[in-house]
C-alpha cells in the first residue's frame, strides 16, 4: 500500500514568506506527528494530532508555526514569515492509534533564502 | 536538553564486521526505544524496536541489548554489508497515554567498507 506522502519534495522560499508543507498519512491512520529535522542532527518533535484535533503543539518553536488537519487524514503545516533558520528537512508521520511504530514520510526540504 | 545521548557520531566498518551504536537516556518514563535507519533524501525507517521488559531483542542480523539500570541501549549490526551503509537514529517514548512522540538521538553515519 501507499506509504506517507509529502508535497512538496523541495521548497526553496524568501525570508519573510509565508509556506505551507502538506502531508498525506497512510490510509486509517489516526495518529499524525510533524518533526523537523536539521542538517546532521536527529529529528525534533514539533506537533501530535489524534485525529482532528492538535493534542500536543509543544514542540511548535513559536507562534510562526501552525499546523492543521480539518478531516482528520491530510495535515498541512503553515509557517508564516519565514526566517533563515527555519531552513531543514520537515518530516511527517503517522501511525495506527494503538501502535507505537511511526511511519515516515520523505520529507519536506525547506531552504529559506 | 538532550534526553537521548548517541555515540560514535560517525563510524567505519569493513564488511562482515559487527557495527555498535550506544545510546543512552534520561527520561525514566521513556519504555519504548526504536531504531531508524535513514538514507540520503528519504524518511527514517523503523529497524528494530525494544521494551524495557526484555534485555535484548534480535531481528536478523540486527540485535538490540538494554540496560534498564544504567539507562542505555545500544545496537548491534552484525555481518555488515555495504547496504548498511546509513545514517541510524536511536530513540525514546513514553507509552503512557496514546502521544508516542518520539525523542531522537543526534544519529551515527556508518559507513561499511566492500
Known amino acids: 500500500g501507499a506509504g506517507v506522502s509529502q508535497t512538496p519534495s523541495n521548497k526553496v522560499t524568501e525570508k519573510g514568506k509565508y509556506v505551507e508543507l502538506r502531508c498525506d498519512p497512510i490510509s486509517g491512520h489516526t495518529a499524525l506527528y510533524w518533526y523537523r529535522q536539521s542538517l546532521g542532527q536527529g529529528p525534533e518533535f514539533l506537533i501530535y494530532?489524534?485525529?482532528?484535533?492538535?493534542?500536543?503543539d509543544s514542540g511548535l518553536p513559536n507562534d510562526r508555526f501552525f499546523a492543521v488537519r480539518p478531516e482528520g487524514s491530510v495535515s498541512t503545516l503553515k509557517i508564516q514569515r519565514t526566517e533563515r533558520g527555519d531552513s531543514a528537512v520537515y518530516l511527517c508521520?503517522?501511525?495506527?492509534?494503538?501502535?507505537?511504530?511511526?511511519?515516515f514520510g520523505p520529507g519536506t526540504r525547506l531552504t529559506v533564502l | 536538553q538532550q534526553q537521548v545521548k548517541q555515540s560514535p557520531q560517525s563510524l567505519i566498518v569493513q564488511k562482515g564486521g559487527i557495527s555498535i551504536i550506544n545510546c543512552a537516556y534520561e527520561?525514566?518514563?521513556?519504555?519504548?526505544f526504536p531504531w531508524y535507519q535513514q538514507f540520503p533524501g528519504k524518511g527514517p525507517a523503523l529497524l528494530i524496536a525494544?521494551?524495557?521488559?526484555?534485555s535484548e531483542k534480535k531481528e536478523g542480523r540486527f540485535t538490540i541489548s538494554f540496560n534498564k539500570s544504567a539507562k542505555q541501549f545500544s545496537l548491534h549490526i552484525m555481518d555488515s554489508q555495504p547496504g548498511d551503509s546509513a545514517t541510524y537514529f536511536c530513540?525514546?517514548?513514553?507509552?503512557?497515554?496514546?502521544?508516542?512522540?518520539?525523542?531522537f538521538g543526534k544519529g551515527t553515519l556508518l559507513t561499511v567498507n566492500p
Open positions: 508521520a503517522s501511525s495506527p492509534r494503538t501502535l507505537q511504530e511511526q511511519f
Open positions: 494530532f489524534q485525529g482532528t484535533g492538535a493534542a500536543d
Open positions: 530513540a525514546a517514548t513514553g507509552t503512557r497515554g496514546s502521544n508516542y512522540k518520539l525523542t
Open positions: 527520561n525514566t518514563a521513556f519504555d519504548y
Open positions: 525494544i521494551r524495557p521488559d526484555v
